[in-house]
């Protein structure tokens, strides 16, 4: 038995009638991640340990934070959220893997003062079990709709890991903002200590989280392995499926992803966003799908809502090697890129961030 999802029906629509794309800032060092401030602030996370930030359209020369990370492979500065209260808080959530070995992955918090680190802010939140490699770091993070953080971490190259409930590797986790366990956890009877926080399992790689702002949905880009690249809509207490399977399952005892493409098509799923903003329905034709992207492909391509399994591939993004994307309050879709498909950063491509304003009915 195969997904309606997995044989959904490609339109592809021209490029130019799509979107169209400005740049906003560029000579960025192998980017990962960013989030999108109430303010108007982006926050960069480069895989070397600097947090960037943009304000009115500059990058700003100076760091926001600089964390001493192990930025080998896949390994570094991964993962930032905003605070839902932050023009209070001026807080920030960071996923990233601590100078030392073993390596570990780190959630912690910092706040800000203006546009650089408020002294002795920083907090560890949560370490995790350690890596045996340097691959599937994970470092995806969003806030649900209790306002805990969801952080999805990779098997860290060890796939037995992302099943069993002894480890954090391979799992979605939710921790609350102060460091605590939501008691609402779906397996608060099954584990212990750091690994109460698990509320899914069977990842392999989850790069990219999104909560939809006004459902709540979790949907969740996890990157494949020799098969398939999974769009998985996540509940409490799931089993993705990883390393026993990917792709679409006929076990009930397995969620099915919500969408699923072979290496025909892509190599490696990355970013991810619903096209939904807090408060106010985004235009149609778009509204409440899921834009996303493949790291080697480079184009935009959009899953439209509810179990019709319809894709679109709307053509190329403006930079190769897109990593991450978000919607900002009016509708536009940010889209952060490597500058070229390398992972090591070796070639010297420089990053870029890109704002793409959707053409709508």
Same mark, same amino acid.
């Given at each position: 038995?195969?997904?309606?999802?997995?044989?959904?029906?490609?339109?592809?629509?021209?490029?130019?009638?799509?979107?169209?794309?400005?740049?906003?800032?560029?000579?960025?060092?192998?980017?990962?991640?960013?989030?999108?401030?109430?303010?108007?602030?982006?926050?960069?996370?480069?895989?070397?340990?600097?947090?960037?930030?943009?304000?009115?359209?500059?990058?700003?020369?100076?760091?926001?934070?600089?964390?001493?990370?192990?930025?080998?492979?896949?390994?570094?500065?991964?993962?930032?959220?905003?605070?839902?209260?932050?023009?209070?808080?001026?807080?920030?959530?960071?996923?990233?893997?601590?100078?030392?070995?073993?390596?570990?992955?780190?959630?912690?918090?910092?706040?800000?003062?203006?546009?650089?680190?408020?002294?002795?802010?920083?907090?560890?939140?949560?370490?995790?079990?350690?890596?045996?490699?340097?691959?599937?770091?994970?470092?995806?993070?969003?806030?649900?709709?209790?306002?805990?953080?969801?952080?999805?971490?990779?098997?860290?190259?060890?796939?037995?890991?992302?099943?069993?409930?002894?480890?954090?590797?391979?799992?979605?986790?939710?921790?609350?903002?102060?460091?605590?366990?939501?008691?609402?956890?779906?397996? @608060?009877?099954?584990?212990?200590?750091?690994?109460? !926080?698990?509320? &899914? +399992? #069977?990842?392999?790689?989850?790069? =990219?989280? %999104?909560?939809?702002?006004?459902?709540?949905?979790?949907?969740?880009?996890?990157?494949?392995?020799?098969?398939?690249?999974?769009?998985?809509?996540?509940?409490?207490?799931?089993?993705?499926?990883?390393?026993?399977?990917?792709?679409?399952?006929?076990?009930?005892?397995?969620?099915?992803?919500?969408?699923?493409?072979?290496?025909?098509?892509?190599?490696?799923?990355?970013?991810?966003?619903?096209?939904?903003?807090?408060?106010?329905?985004?235009?149609?034709?778009?509204?409440?799908?899921?834009?996303?992207?493949?790291?080697?492909?480079?184009?935009?391509?959009?899953?439209?809502?509810?179990?019709?399994?319809?894709?679109?591939?709307?053509?190329? @993004?403006?930079?190769?090697?897109?990593?991450?994307? !978000?919607?900002? &309050? +009016? #509708?536009?879709?940010?889209?952060? =890129?490597? %500058?070229?498909?390398?992972?090591?950063?070796?070639?010297?491509?420089?990053?870029?961030?890109?704002?793409?304003?959707?053409?709508?009915?």
């Amino acid at each position: 038995m195969i997904s309606a999802a997995l044989l959904a029906a490609v339109v592809t629509a021209s490029p130019a009638t799509a979107f169209t794309s400005s740049r906003v800032v560029s000579g960025l060092t192998r980017p990962v991640a960013f989030a999108l401030a109430p303010d108007g602030r982006v926050f960069i996370c480069e895989q070397g340990g600097a947090l960037r930030v943009v304000r009115d359209g500059r990058l700003l020369a100076r760091a926001a934070v600089h964390v001493h990370v192990e930025d080998s492979g896949e390994q570094g500065l991964l993962g930032v959220a905003v605070d839902r209260d932050f023009t209070r808080t001026q807080r920030l959530f960071l996923v990233y893997t601590p100078l030392g070995r073993p390596v570990h992955v780190v959630v912690a918090s910092v706040e800000l003062s203006g546009d650089t680190l408020r002294p002795g802010s920083r907090r560890e939140l949560f370490r995790s079990d350690a890596m045996i490699g340097t691959v599937h770091a994970g470092g995806s993070v969003a806030l649900d709709a209790t306002g805990h953080l969801l952080v999805g971490l990779g098997d860290g190259d060890d796939e037995r890991a992302a099943s069993s409930l002894h480890s954090s590797l391979g799992k979605i986790l939710r921790i609350a903002r102060d460091g605590g366990v939501p008691l609402d956890n779906p397996f @608060l009877s099954f584990t212990d200590g750091p690994h109460r !926080a698990i509320w &899914a +399992r #069977g990842l392999r790689n989850p790069f =990219a989280i %999104g909560v939809h702002p006004r459902t709540g949905r979790v949907r969740v880009n996890d990157v494949g392995h020799q098969r398939f690249e999974e769009i998985d809509d996540v509940q409490a207490g799931d089993h993705l499926g990883w390393p026993l399977f990917e792709g679409p399952s006929i076990h009930p005892e397995y969620r099915t992803p919500r969408h699923a493409y072979d290496h025909a098509s892509g190599c490696s799923i990355t970013g991810g966003a619903f096209y939904a903003a807090p408060g106010r329905e985004l235009p149609l034709p778009w509204r409440d799908g899921w834009f996303f992207t493949d790291f080697c492909q480079g184009d935009l391509r959009w899953l439209a809502p509810g179990d019709s399994g319809r894709l679109e591939r709307l053509g190329a @993004l403006p930079a190769p090697g897109p990593v991450a994307m !978000a919607v900002d &309050a +009016r #509708g536009a879709l940010w889209v952060l =890129a490597r %500058g070229a498909v390398d992972v090591s950063g070796a070639g010297g491509a420089t990053g870029v961030l890109d704002r793409l304003e959707l053409r709508h009915q």
